[in-house]
């Protein structure tokens, strides 16, 4: 991969995997990541790269290397974030924000969570993608963020088109119905455990 990386240094899709192999298999450095992230602005942006990207992610908060490679993909993301070649790109621009509240929610950075996947759930146009983050962050054990980014979410959806969903707007309410219902019950159980610890 190293060498193929070599003969073609205009192929990002081929950068990023070549840091995938390497974080998959313990062997990146900060320099590795650094490396990317030049090479990457560089380079013009495979819309396949995205989900390499998406990939590096997902390998990084689902396994023990958070610690050793987080703040390097947050770094990765922020970077590629300002170089506007790639942040023009719709795809990236919509994905970005929420795989950084990806990984400060894996690093129990609730607060920075909530900001990324609050900005992340109105570039969205999917009503299943705004709700994943909120059943997210819900499931992080932060019902009260979850219930504002319900809120954020349910705004978005009600200002969209029939056309534009995925499901129909009956299981949609639905859906939105339930998960108020399960995050109250949640911040209720919330209060009355502190409650409880008071006294």
Do not use: W
């Not at 081929?14 to 974080?23: D, E, G, N, R």
């Not at 819309?47 to 610690?67: A, C, F, H, K, Y």
């Not at 979410?153 to 534009?164: G, K, L, N, V």
Request: proline residues 3%.
């Amino acid at each position: 991969m190293e060498n193929a990386a070599k003969q073609m240094p205009e192929s990002s899709l081929l950068t990023i995997s070549l840091l995938i192999i390497k974080v998959h298999a313990y062997k990146a450095t900060a320099a590795d990541f650094e490396s990317a992230e030049r090479s990457i602005k560089a380079q013009a942006f495979d819309p396949q790269s995205i989900m390499g990207v998406r990939n590096l992610v997902e390998d990084v908060i689902t396994s023990n290397r958070l610690e050793l490679y987080g703040q390097d993909c947050l770094s990765l993301l922020s970077a590629l974030e300002e170089n506007s070649n790639i942040n023009r790109i719709s795809t990236f621009k919509r994905i970005a924000p929420y795989l950084k509240g990806n990984i400060y929610l894996a690093f129990k950075r609730f607060d920075m969570a909530f900001l990324e996947y609050k900005r992340a759930i109105p570039l969205h146009h999917e009503v299943d993608a705004s709700l994943s983050m909120v059943a997210e962050m819900a499931n992080a054990g932060r019902p009260v963020e979850a219930l504002k980014l319900l809120d954020i979410a349910y705004e978005q959806y009600r200002h969209q088109d029939d056309s534009a969903l995925i499901r129909s707007r009956e299981n949609y309410n639905f859906e939105f119905e339930r998960l108020r219902n399960g995050i109250n019950g949640d911040i209720q159980a919330l209060d009355l455990s502190k409650n409880t610890q008071r006294e």
